[in-house]
């Protein structure tokens, strides 16, 4: 800024050791980029220097750093956050596809177990597939029947009890034409 350039600015400069240092390097007419960095009023800066031959002049820019690093920032930035809304869109795609093919199987075959348990002989999961899943379901629901058929031959039976505290049990088949009483 031109209201930096007053004499107090300049004797400032000569203070700085890295300045000075900086000030007496060798330079070509090929632009070059020192590689220590220069401190000055509290902000770092990289130098480049190149040599006017034509006027006699030495030229020398002081880069802030932070005015480099910048651009590099937002991309490290924005990389960052690509990567992070990656991440989280590959997590909810894999919790979907969990959700979908284990949870939600696995909530089907417990809701049958439960129905069954609570009296629902004819409730059956009818999963389908070839995972562990499907042949659970597929065992339990063979289970399942084959109980169904057991109790189904099996006698129902019944007991009574008499005025006289005795019981009496009546055994109750299936078919309606067999009734037997025994005393």
Same mark, same amino acid.
């Given at each position: 800024?031109? @209201?930096?350039?007053?004499? @107090?600015?300049?004797?400032?400069? &000569?203070? @700085?050791?890295?300045? /000075?240092?900086?000030?007496? !390097? $060798?330079? $070509?007419?090929?632009?070059? /980029?020192? @590689? !220590? =960095?220069?401190?000055?009023?509290?902000?770092?800066?990289?130098?480049?220097? $190149?040599?006017?031959?034509?006027?006699?002049?030495? %030229?020398?820019?002081?880069?802030?750093?932070?005015?480099? +690093?910048?651009?590099?920032? =937002?991309?490290?930035? $924005?990389?960052?956050?690509?990567?992070?809304?990656?991440? +989280? +869109?590959?997590?909810?795609? #894999?919790?979907?596809?969990?959700?979908?093919?284990?949870? *939600?199987?696995?909530?089907?075959?417990?809701?049958?177990?439960?129905? %069954?348990?609570?009296?629902?002989?004819?409730?059956?999961?009818?999963?389908? &597939? *070839?995972?562990? #899943?499907?042949?659970? *379901?597929?065992?339990?629901? /063979?289970?399942? *029947? !084959?109980? =169904?058929?057991?109790?189904?031959?099996?006698?129902? #039976?019944?007991?009574?009890? &008499? +005025?006289? &505290?005795?019981?009496?049990?009546?055994?109750?088949?299936?078919?309606?034409?067999?009734?037997?009483?025994?005393?």
């Amino acid at each position: 800024k031109p @209201e930096n350039f007053k004499p @107090e600015f300049f004797k400032k400069l &000569g203070k @700085e050791p890295q300045l /000075a240092k900086l000030l007496k !390097q $060798t330079l $070509t007419s090929n632009s070059q /980029a020192f @590689e !220590q =960095k220069i401190s000055f009023e509290g902000r770092q800066y990289l130098a480049i220097g $190149t040599e006017l031959s034509a006027i006699g002049w030495r %030229y020398f820019r002081l880069i802030p750093e932070d005015e480099v +690093l910048a651009p590099m920032r =937002k991309i490290f930035y $924005t990389m960052l956050a690509m990567m992070l809304a990656t991440g +989280l +869109l590959i997590g909810g795609l #894999i919790d979907f596809i969990v959700e979908r093919q284990i949870v *939600s199987r696995i909530k089907v075959l417990a809701n049958t177990l439960r129905n %069954y348990s609570h009296g629902a002989l004819d409730a059956r999961s009818n999963l389908t &597939g *070839s995972d562990e #899943i499907a042949h659970v *379901s597929r065992e339990l629901d /063979a289970m399942a *029947s !084959q109980l =169904k058929s057991t109790l189904d031959t099996l006698p129902d #039976i019944l007991f009574d009890l &008499g +005025l006289d &505290g005795r019981y009496y049990a009546c055994l109750l088949y299936t078919s309606p034409s067999s009734f037997t009483l025994n005393r």
